[in-house]
């Protein structure tokens, strides 16, 4: 049953759209909007119904793999971890699929000053609560940092998820403080994000670096005491 929770979630989430778009008056809306925040496309108020479909779509993906995985004694191991992954990204995902809905059902023709911090707030604290996890995580080949150095040593795989979980809380604070300073500096907002996109792409990034780093050291002091 818990494995369908987010599915069920998702499904009434997708009504509860559907619901908001057969009362709304206007029968076209927007479907894209620029980098500079303005609406440059318009769709059939219906085609909003994409939006909480990827949500279903996700939701089934993840139903069907913890359903195949449900006996495996490797999964069972770090179950707990994924699913609170998972249950962070979809949180993650509802929030920006909300504000872009709210935007979108009262026919703003431009995003507000609103959208960038929100999802810079959201970004960083779920980025900050997986990368929490990342320690308790035992070496697999499904979760975590997967690289060539982590699964080859289970001591590399525990020095690289003790380190990504320092810098990933750091970078999701770092990113949730960048989300409430553009709430008020609105003129720098647009900025603030593509920086906070940056500390998360560098905290994914440099921990696999660190994890080959250390690997190759403890090759060599292998061969050296051979």
């Not at 006996?71 to 929030?95: H, M, P, Q, T």
């Not at 935007?103 to 970004?123: E, H």
């Not at 779920?126 to 929490?132: K, S, T």
């Not at 593509?194 to 440099?206: P, Q, T």
Request: net charge positive; charged share 15%; hydrophobic share 55%.
């Amino acid at each position: 049953m818990k494995k369908f929770i987010l599915l069920i979630l998702s499904l009434i989430n997708t009504a509860v759209t559907a619901a908001f778009i057969a009362v709304n008056p206007n029968e076209v809306l927007p479907s894209h909007f620029g980098v500079n925040g303005n609406a440059d496309a318009y769709a059939s108020k219906w085609a909003l119904l994409l939006v909480p479909c990827i949500l279903v779509v996700f939701s089934i993906a993840f139903a069907i793999y913890a359903a195949i995985k449900e006996n495996d004694e490797s999964y069972k191991s770090y179950k707990k971890y994924a699913e609170r992954c998972i249950g962070a990204i979809f949180v993650f995902l509802l929030v920006i699929f909300w504000v872009m809905q709210v935007m979108v059902l009262q026919n703003a023709s431009n995003m507000g000053n609103l959208f960038f911090p929100l999802i810079s707030i959201t970004m960083g604290c779920m980025f900050a609560f997986i990368n929490n996890l990342m320690p308790k995580i035992k070496q697999n080949s499904t979760l975590g940092f997967k690289t060539r150095a982590t699964l080859r040593s289970k001591t590399v795989w525990k020095k690289v998820h003790r380190f990504a979980a320092y810098l990933g809380v750091i970078g999701g604070i770092t990113v949730v403080f960048l989300g409430v300073i553009s709430l008020f500096a609105t003129g720098i907002s647009n900025v603030l994000f593509f920086i906070s996109l940056i500390i998360i792409l560098a905290s994914a990034i440099i921990p696999a670096i660190y994890g080959e780093i250390i690997y190759s050291k403890e090759k060599k002091s292998k061969v050296n005491v051979e």
